[in-house]
């Protein structure tokens, strides 16, 4: 599809709202949205749950092709704040509380299994001003990529620390990137 296709799709829906509101003046998430039209994904896994992983999950729902999203939050405070604001509506928003911190690298721990036939990954967590300008890596990807022992599509919300970091893993083949519509 073309950036201008989207665009009409997106326009013509009835969460046209929602979703140019997660985009805002800059594009911001569309090359994400643009990936899950076109490749409709199963299984998004999404470090960071919130706004994003609600109007995600509209969008999904809206192609109707039986894919779901997953939202990982590691601050109780935005998650509960997720919950008042009716963003955790479909119940897919989990909160984990541990988490790991090596230098510049931070880990969400959980269980891998039951993510493991995810199929689109996006890391728009943590918060790093929680934590310090130190921080600049997530590195849950490369703990699922190494888990499941598959290249798994990928879409880093600005982060250029953990845009850098997986290039230098070698990622970089399918990296969607973070992108203005171009129409």
């Known amino acids: 599809m073309t950036d201008k296709q989207v665009y009409d799709f997106l326009k013509e829906s009835i969460h046209s709202k929602q979703y140019f509101g997660l985009m805002g003046p800059d594009s911001k998430d569309f090359g994400a949205i643009k990936y899950i039209i076109e490749n409709k994904p199963k299984f998004v896994l999404e470090y960071g749950g919130g706004k994003s992983t609600w109007v995600l999950t509209l969008l999904i729902n809206e192609l109707n092709y039986g894919g779901k999203i ?5 601050q109780e405070f935005w998650y509960n704040d997720h919950i008042s604001k009716g963003l955790n509506e479909f119940n897919n928003i989990i909160l984990i509380e541990e988490y ?6 931070f880990t969400y721990v959980h269980d891998m299994e039951p993510y493991k036939d ?3 990954v996006m890391i ?3 918060d790093f001003r929680l ?5 600049g890596v997530t590195t849950n990807l490369e703990l699922l990529v190494n888990y499941t022992n598959k290249k798994i599509p ?6 250029r ?8 893993l070698g990622y970089e083949d399918y990296m969607i ?3 203005e519509m171009n129409i």
């Open 100 to 105: 790991e911190i090596d230098d510049n690298k």
């Open 154 to 159: 990928y879409f880093i919300d600005g982060r």
């Open 177 to 179: 990137e973070d992108r």
């Open 161 to 168: 620390g953990t845009v850098e970091y997986y290039q230098s």
């Open 70 to 74: 997953v939202g990982i939050e590691n």
């Open 124 to 126: 728009d967590g943590p």
């Open 118 to 120: 995810v199929d689109f």
């Open 131 to 135: 934590y310090g300008d130190r921080l």
